[in-house]
C-alpha cells in the first residue's frame, strides 16, 4: 500500500521556523520526485517546492524562494521542508506528494503526482 505521510505542522509566530516532514512507503521512493503544496483557506492549491528523486533537483516557489529548504536524505524515505521567515500568508495545508515523472519546465504542476499525503496544518501568526 503506497502511503504518503506528512507531518510537522503548527502555530508558530511571523519571522518563525518550522520543518516539515514527508515519509513514503509502498513504492520506490527514489524514483520518484516528492513534492509540497500547499492550501489556504478559500484558495487554490498552489505548489511550494520539489525536489528530483534521481538527481535531487530542488525547485521553489517564487513565494517562498530563499525562506524555504526542500532536502532528503538524513532518514531513509524522507523528505523535509524546511521553513524560515515565515509570514502570515504561509498559512495553509501543507500537503507532500510524489512523481514518477513531471516536466522540468513546470515540476509543481499538480496533474503529474501520482501519490498524496494527509496534509499538516501551518499556522503563522501576525
Known amino acids: 500500500e503506497v502511503q504518503l505521510q506528512a507531518s510537522g505542522g503548527g502555530l508558530v509566530q511571523a519571522g518563525g521556523s518550522l520543518r516539515l516532514s514527508c515519509v513514503g512507503s509502498g513504492f520506490t521512493f527514489g524514483d520518484y520526485a516528492i513534492g509540497w503544496f500547499r492550501q489556504a483557506p478559500g484558495k487554490v492549491r498552489e505548489g511550494v517546492s520539489c525536489i528530483g528523486g534521481r538527481d535531487s533537483k530542488q525547485y521553489y516557489a517564487d513565494s517562498v524562494k530563499d525562506r524555504f529548504t526542500i532536502k532528503s536524505g538524513y532518514a531513509k524515505n524522507t523528505v523535509y521542508l524546511e521553513m524560515n521567515s515565515l509570514k502570515p500568508e504561509d498559512t495553509a495545508v501543507y500537503y507532500c506528494?510524489?512523481?514518477?515523472?513531471?516536466?522540468?519546465?513546470?515540476?509543481?504542476?499538480?496533474?503529474?503526482?501520482?501519490?498524496w499525503g494527509q496534509g499538516t496544518l501551518v499556522t503563522v501568526s501576525s
Open positions: 506528494a510524489a512523481a514518477r515523472f513531471f516536466a522540468y519546465n513546470d515540476p509543481m504542476h499538480a496533474p503529474f503526482y501520482d501519490y
